[in-house]
């Protein structure tokens, strides 16, 4: 498992520096990020002064090697010029709404598709799998940002029951602003309900078929056969024998999308103003902040590589057979 | 345990009721939040509507473009280069300091160091203290427009803003990107005291109890402001009841807000004229006057304006906007399609020609959109258009370079005056002098000469002649495509009275807000 995990670690380096190295050569087709931090009026010759000042005149090699040399030795992947704080800081800050966000979805996924998909499996010709089956086609096809209005024009505008934009009231979770957590007050939950459903229809009705279309495949193998011959009880049958195993796709499934959960956020925190890191990534491409857009890159390589590393861990306990190979 | 908690939480929610008897909160959606609390390292729309909040300038601009008193009760000339002002006595910083003299000469000094605002104040000579609240303001050459920069004069509390920070820099340090004491704090004589703030999600700024100005109507105690970048969040949050007053309201929204009786939209004509430059260096067509004037002909602004900009926008056909001293009643839109192919044909252009265009897609309200109608137009008169829109933030990179034909520019006089439009827009691009700085195509020298001209005539009635004559030759000569000057628009429940606070500049005095 550590010779596993060393590997993993190296490749992440590797991948964050082809990322960081990628971003840097694309970062002047973006804007001048010295525009934005001026008003119209401001000659160029002043501008130019301020470019100077921020080292983004050095040749690309300089700049690049500046990068990688503070990132290494000291953890720091530049100063961000829209907010004026260092980029990590401001990714860290905006972490938590993305997190929440996702965390929220997550479990709607969970709790619906679960025993959603498990019930279609069983009972496929049952008006409720019929229409659960139909319901999802239609989330699947809509897109996101419309979901979204359409959420807002119902629950916020038309009914009000439901606030339209932001994160609501905020509890510092440690005290320490680290962490400002919109989960534990009603105001907070409220506020989360929208963005995650709609977040949700994009995954919601692939995990459904998903776990539906597994399950049954499951229930057709010889075991299950077996086990009704031995006069199991139906509950032992498909919780035991036949959930556990399916489940193990769709795990795997789940840390990919998850994964591609994050980069979706970008439209659901655009439509309700979500502070998060999708919103902020937004804000650098508009106002061309290169610098937090290169940290962030780097950041979200960095967790995309630990998330699927944490799959793959969590694959071997599920799996032996995985393990024994991992461990050769 | 039970009993307890409710018992706490009934005796907060009765707390809570008596404390916001009388207390106004005011929750306002922008696409924008300032970009800093220090008032003079941007320039920019956002951070000026910032500084009328926060701090006060010593004169501001009434709705009928007048100058009205505020840290400065009056003002006189004492002779051509020196303007007088006497000021307000017994107002008070934020921090508890009192308002001098000293502050207004502290704050002037600074905000010539600031790259933004050092070009605005260069008519200038200095700044000098008479006494403890007299303050004469000395020009380099006569200057006309000394009470119009006035409304730039935002008085720092000097004593707050001198000394170090805790990184050992000085607190008044001006600085872009970094640290910096006077970044994240503010101490200004405005009606409104910053308390919280968190970049691109929310400013919070409550009453300052000691305001000076009691004879003001507002009554906002609270007023959080949340930038709302999404046209459609902002429009749903106002309409959802989450917050109180946005802006801008996009115009495809203008209908909704109308229809919605718990809401009202306020809209104000402005002073940004849209417009399409055409460069004669880069396309020897438009050389040709007649070249030129085809293409303002065959542009329906009018129609832009009724159906893009859903007739929130004044259709233009000179630069200033009426009630500057520019303004030319005769000059008018000069929409004609069959004169344009007829002055096509007479140029020799009858089969028409080929050129670029280029604009911005999230400049101005729906640039893109005026873009691309244009095109359309000029196809009707032979005239081959390949457009190209992107973001600003490489639009103006593209702008710098003049490489497109045609390039669209919208302008905002920071003097509100149009001699301005003419220094940045129209006199020849020198990188020298800076002027024509977004010039991309048309050069008189006549013109330039009578733009210097005017800068130091103080003779109203003579000035204003001059700066007709210059909008006169624009128009003969076709010098630019004007489009329109583009309104301010704000939606805002119904028991704001907004009216009274929305201006010409866009900057809403929110310190003077009524809700009923």
């Known amino acids: ?328 | 345990m039970k009993k307890i908690t409710y018992l706490t939480l009934s005796l907060l929610l009765a707390l809570s009721f008596t404390v916001s008897a009388g207390a106004k909160t005011l929750k306002v959606g922008l696409d924008a939040d300032p970009v800093t609390l220090d008032p003079q390292v941007q320039l920019s729309g956002g951070m000026m509507q910032l500084s009328h909040w926060v701090f006060d300038p010593l004169v501001r601009w009434t709705q009928d473009m007048d100058f009205e008193p505020r840290l400065a009760t009056k003002w006189e000339k004492v002779d051509d280069l020196t303007t007088r002002f006497f000021l307000r006595k017994g107002v008070k910083f934020h921090s508890g300091n009192m308002f001098s003299a000293k502050d207004v000469k502290w704050s002037f000094d600074r905000m010539r160091k600031s790259a933004d605002f050092k070009a605005l104040l260069d008519p200038f000579e200095g700044c000098y203290i008479v006494d403890d609240y007299t303050v004469d303001f000395k020009t380099k050459k006569p200057y006309p427009l000394v009470l119009n920069m006035a409304t730039y004069f935002f008085a720092m509390d000097s004593k707050f803003y001198t000394g170090t920070d805790k990184n050992g820099q000085p607190k008044d340090m001006l600085l872009k990107v970094g640290e910096s004491f006077a970044l994240n704090n503010a101490s200004g004589t405005g009606a409104f005291v910053v308390t919280k703030r968190q970049h691109n999600v929310v400013l919070e700024m409550e009453r300052f109890k000691d305001y000076w100005d009691t004879k003001s109507p507002g009554n906002v105690t609270k007023f959080i402001l949340t930038p709302i970048k999404e046209n459609a969040t902002r429009v749903a949050a106002l309409l959802s009841g989450g917050v109180d007053f946005i802006s801008p309201v996009p115009p495809q929204d203008f209908k909704r807000l109308d229809a919605d009786s718990k809401v009202k939209l306020h809209t104000i004509a402005g002073s940004r004229i849209i417009t399409f430059q055409m460069n004669q260096n880069r396309n020897p067509a438009l050389k040709d006057v007649r070249v030129r004037q085809a293409i303002v002909h065959a542009v329906n602004n009018a129609g832009i304006v009724k159906k893009i900009m859903k007739g929130t926008a004044t259709v233009a056909a000179q630069q200033g906007p009426k009630g500057y001293a520019s303004y030319k009643d005769s000059l008018k839109p000069r929409y004609d399609l069959d004169k344009a192919k007829a002055l096509m044909k007479e140029a020799g252009y009858e089969n028409g020609f080929e050129l670029t265009m280029m604009a911005p897609n999230n400049r101005y309200v729906n640039d893109a959109k005026i873009a691309e109608a244009t095109a359309q137009m000029l196809g009707k008169i032979g005239i081959k258009v390949n457009l190209k829109t992107m973001p600003k933030a490489q639009y103006w990179g593209e702008f710098d370079k003049r490489v497109a034909d045609m390039m669209m520019i919208g302008w905002h006089p920071d003097t509100e005056d149009s001699g301005n439009f003419t220094e940045f827009l129209i006199m020849c691009y020198n990188t020298d002098t800076g002027y024509g700085q977004y010039n991309s195509g048309y050069c008189n020298p006549k013109v330039d000469e009578m733009a210097l001209a005017v800068q130091s005539e103080t003779d109203i009635a003579k000035r204003s002649a001059m700066l007709q004559e210059i909008e006169q030759i624009l128009y003969d000569d076709a010098a630019f495509v004007p489009f329109h000057w583009q309104n301010h628009s704000y939606g805002a429940k119904n028991n704001l009275r907004v009216q009274p606070i929305i201006n010409v500049m866009n900057f809403p005095y929110i310190g003077d807000l009524v809700i009923e």
């Open chain 1, 1 to 328: 498992m550590f010779a596993f995990i060393v590997r993993r670690v190296i490749q992440a380096i590797l991948v964050m520096l082809v990322i960081s190295l990628v971003g840097f050569s694309i970062k002047d087709q973006i804007g001048d990020p010295v525009r934005d931090l001026v008003g119209e009026r401001v000659s160029p010759a002043e501008r130019a002064e301020i470019a100077e000042q921020l080292g983004l005149n050095d040749p690309f090699f300089t700049q690049y090697s500046r990068f990688v040399k503070n990132a290494f030795t000291k953890g720091d992947l530049g100063r961000s010029f829209l907010y004026n704080k260092p980029n990590l800081e401001v990714i860290f800050e905006h972490a938590p709404a993305t997190i929440e966000l996702v965390f929220g979805t997550a479990l709607i996924i969970i709790f619906i598709s679960l025993p959603l998909g498990v019930y279609c499996a069983l009972r496929p010709k049952s008006i409720l799998s019929r229409f659960a089956m139909s319901f999802s086609t239609l989330g699947v096809s809509m897109p996101v940002y419309l979901t979204a209005i359409l959420l807002i024009f119902l629950f916020a505008i038309h009914w009000q029951v439901l606030p339209s934009y932001g994160r609501g009231d905020l509890i510092d979770l440690f005290g320490n602003g680290w962490w400002h957590t919109g989960m534990l007050t009603i105001d907070g939950l409220k506020h989360l309900i929208l963005p995650c459903v709609s977040l949700s229809t994009l995954m919601l009705p692939l995990f459904i078929r998903l776990i539906r279309s597994e399950m049954m495949e499951v229930l057709e193998t010889e075991y299950i056969k077996y086990a009704w011959a031995k006069g199991l009880s139906p509950a032992r049958v498909w919780m035991v024998h036949a959930f556990k195993n399916t489940l193990l796709p769709v795990i795997t499934v789940f840390g990919v999308q998850i994964g591609i959960m994050f980069a979706f956020t970008l439209l659901t925190e655009l439509v309700f103003q979500w502070p998060g890191m999708g919103f902020m990534f937004l804000e650098a491409v508009h106002r061309a902040d290169i610098s937090l857009l290169i940290a962030y890159l780097v950041v979200v390589a960095s967790l995309f590589v630990f998330v699927n590393t944490v799959v793959d861990i969590l694959y071997g306990f599920i799996n032996p057979t995985v393990r024994i190979t991992g461990t050769k």
